[in-house]
């Protein structure tokens, strides 16, 4: 991923509904949901959850697809995982991480040697 896109996804997702809308789209799965259902979850008005779709969707977090008269969004979680993996791409040194607690810059939870296979 390069910079100007993760700059761009991450832009998208600075801010409070845009991120509140990307959140239930997660939650809700490859189904995705109903512009509607989306408005009625985040508490955000129709007119104002069109002009936030239309950011995510431009920072290709979110796809939309016809499903007879509703529009249906949905994450895109290729893009998601990318963008995961751009941010921690350099994470613990290069090393393997064994825990979450290996990325907080406790040190004592390295591993001493790389390795592919924790335990």
Known sequence: MENKTAVTALAA???E??????????QAGPEGLAAGKISETTSIAP???SFHLKELAYANLVSS????????????????NDL?????????????????AACSGNNDSLPSTPTDNPS
């Open 13 to 15: 997702l600075a801010q």
């Open 17 to 26: 509904s845009r991120l509140a809308i990307y959140r239930a789209l997660v």
């Open 47 to 49: 007119s104002s959850l």
């Open 65 to 80: 697809r016809n499903e007879s008269r509703f529009v249906i969004y949905t994450a895109n979680f290729s893009a998601m």
């Open 84 to 100: 995961l993996a751009f941010l921690t791409e350099n994470c613990c040194n290069g090393n393997a991480c064994l825990s979450l």
